[in-house]
Nanobody
C-alpha cells in the first residue's frame, strides 16, 4: 500500500517561490508515478505536473510550464514541485497523488486515474 504526504505550502508574495514535497512510502520507489494537482475554492481539481517513475519523464500543465519544475530525489522516494514566479491565481490546495503501473501521459494528467492521494497543502499567493 503506497502512502503519500505533502508538505511545504504557505503564504508567499506574487513573484515569489515555494517548494512542495511529496514523500512516498510503500510499493517500489523507482516506480512511483507522482502527480501534482490543485484545487482552488469553487473550482474543479486541475492537473499541475507529473513525473513517471520508470523513465523520469515529466509533464506539465500549460499554465505552469516554465514556472514550475517537478523532480525527485536520488532515493526516488520524494518528489518535489518547485514553484517560481508565483501568481495569485496559483492560490489553491495542492495535492500529490500516486498512480500505479506504467501510465501514459494522458493518464497522468487525469486525476481520476490515481489510486492514492495525500491530504493536501495550502498555497496562498498574496500581498
Amino acid at each position: 500500500q503506497v502512502h503519500v504526504v505533502e508538505s511545504g505550502g504557505g503564504l508567499v508574495q506574487p513573484g515569489g517561490s515555494l517548494r512542495l514535497s511529496c514523500a512516498a512510502s510503500g510499493g517500489t520507489s523507482s516506480r512511483y508515478n507522482i502527480g501534482w494537482f490543485r484545487q482552488a475554492p469553487g473550482k474543479e481539481r486541475e492537473f499541475v505536473a507529473a513525473l513517471r517513475g520508470a523513465d523520469n519523464n515529466k509533464f506539465y500543465a500549460d499554465v505552469v510550464k516554465g514556472r514550475f519544475t517537478i523532480s525527485r530525489d536520488s532515493a526516488k522516494t520524494t518528489v518535489y514541485l518547485q514553484m517560481n514566479s508565483l501568481k495569485p491565481e496559483d492560490t489553491a490546495v495542492y495535492y500529490c497523488a500516486e498512480k500505479r503501473g506504467s501510465p501514459i501521459a494522458s493518464t497522468l494528467r487525469n486525476s481520476q486515474a490515481y489510486e492514492t492521494w495525500g491530504q493536501g497543502t495550502q498555497v496562498t499567493v498574496s500581498l
